[in-house]
């Protein structure tokens, strides 16, 4: 899509463009936008849209609320499921202050910073996500319900996969907004879908991500389904995850593939570093309550290891060449805050590489099965939404790079949602209640 300001203008004016929804994330990873006509866009170029960012938990006092967004007119993108005549478009935004800084508690903005400390190192980080969702049928009022859309498991096809279709339209949608899926199927759950990316730079690929469930719930709710990216959605069921592959690159080449050794030391070192700091950053890879209920099991693991194509660890290196070899990070879920979660997952590599920090031995054997005994060798992830908040909040690695008051504000909602749950008489009613519509 065009990247100048005056291509952008020419071509709202030549599409017959009526609507453009300028779009951001708050702190939780929530989409949020306004609309504005075609004559303010030059305005939003230069001097911003404002908004009221004492509605936005997480962001702003009533006494000092004002915020201005500016959209960044690489991100334009048509909306393909809006009419044809008067076309809406979305531009995902910066966040500034009124004296024009940049708004510490803006997640475009630290990701950004994140891929720039790389870019000091010579290194480009690239991104590719594995998300996993739920499509579960709508009552007669069109309220979510939560019965599976089909009973179908790993792989399946129709007609015992009913999803199909969606995920066609789903990935068709996509490329018409320049988002490239490599690959869609039958997860295990009872309509329980999974939709994989091509890699790119780590600030598009969160933008890709927020688009993604957007346009999943969007397609879900036009065929008269509900799509939940919720963690544990089902007792009994599979859990839904998110994994993240990434790889690094040094003067265009893949420094996770090296001809002579399996990979690079500095990519050793790299995926050191993000076990050396996984068990604090686990609060913003698996950010609600309900995370924790899918953990260590169905795939998801719990222990702080890595290996070579074995499933149950932490980190796995994918049996992958050229280009594609990466590393895969496989204890997050859909319904993180992409921007947070890369800009830490960056920022921990990078301490790797800084500190030539040297990779443990890989762990070859089922962790999900292992003894117990055999278990105890490897340090785990936070067991519940509380531990991984006091993991966060004793971390000096955390407080250096998510700026204060955005760490304070995330913390104590966080403490919040902890006790809101803990009134309900089971984890799944709770779930349903906190949780389901929502996500």
């Known amino acids: ?62 006494e000092s609320s004002d915020l201005l967004l500016f959209p960044d007119p690489t991100t334009l993108c048509v909306l393909p499921w809006r009419p044809s005549t008067g076309r809406v478009v979305r531009f995902f935004c910066d966040i500034r202050y009124p004296d024009g800084r940049a708004f510490e508690g803006d997640g475009r ?31 007669e009022s069109g309220t979510p319900t939560r019965i599976p859309y089909d009973n179908a498991s790993y792989f399946d096809v129709a007609p015992l996969d009913r999803g199909e279709n969606v995920r066609r339209q789903i990935c068709m949608t996509l490329e018409e907004m320049g988002i490239q899926p490599e690959a869609s199927h039958h997860e295990q759950g009872p309509g329980q879908n999974e939709i994989d990316f091509k890699y790119s730079g780590a600030l598009q690929a969160a933008d890709n991500m927020i688009t ?133 997952l960056l920022h921990a590599g990078l301490d790797g590489v800084e500190k030539k920090m040297k990779l443990p031995e890989p762990c070859n054997i089922n962790l999900f099965t292992a003894d117990r005994e055999v278990l105890n060798n490897y340090d785990a992830l936070p067991s519940s939404l509380d531990e991984a908040i006091t993991a966060a909040e004793n971390s000096d690695f955390i407080k250096n790079i998510i700026p204060s008051r955005t760490l304070e504000n995330y913390l104590a909602a966080k403490r919040q949602e902890c006790s809101q749950y803990s009134q309900y008489h089971s984890p799944h009613s709770a779930a349903y209640k906190l949780y389901f519509e929502r996500y």
């Open 109 to 139: 903005q630290m990701l950004r910073q994140a891929v720039n400390k790389l870019s000091e190192k010579n290194l480009t980080c690239m991104l590719g996500t594995e998300c996993e969702f739920y499509l579960f049928e709508l009552d």
């Open 212 to 344: 993604f469930k957007w346009v999943v719930k969007t397609i879900a709710n036009s065929s008269g389904l509900f799509a939940s990216f919720l963690p544990k959605p089902l007792a009994g069921e599979a859990g839904s995850g998110l994994h993240v592959n990434l790889s690094l690159f040094r003067n265009g080449k893949n420094i996770f593939c090296d001809p002579n050794v399996s990979h690079s030391e500095t990519a050793e070192s790299f995926i050191a570093g993000v076990l050396a700091h996984a068990k604090e950053m686990n609060l913003f890879f698996n950010p609600l309550v309900n995370s924790y209920e899918r953990m260590g099991e169905f795939e998801a693991p719990r222990y702080i290891t890595w290996s070579h194509q074995n499933r149950s660890p932490l980190i796995r290196i994918p049996a992958a060449s050229g280009i594609h070899r990466r590393m895969e990070y496989r204890a997050s879920d859909g319904t993180l805050n992409p921007y947070l979660a890369f800009t830490l």
């Open 1 to 62: 899509m065009s990247t100048s300001i005056s291509d952008v203008l020419e071509f709202i004016e030549d599409n017959d463009v009526k609507f453009i929804r300028l779009a951001f994330c708050d702190i939780f990873g929530m989409q949020k936008n306004i609309s504005i006509l075609p004559n303010e866009l030059m305005r939003a170029f230069s001097d911003g849209i404002c908004f009221d960012a004492s509605a936005l938990a997480g962001f702003m006092k009533v």
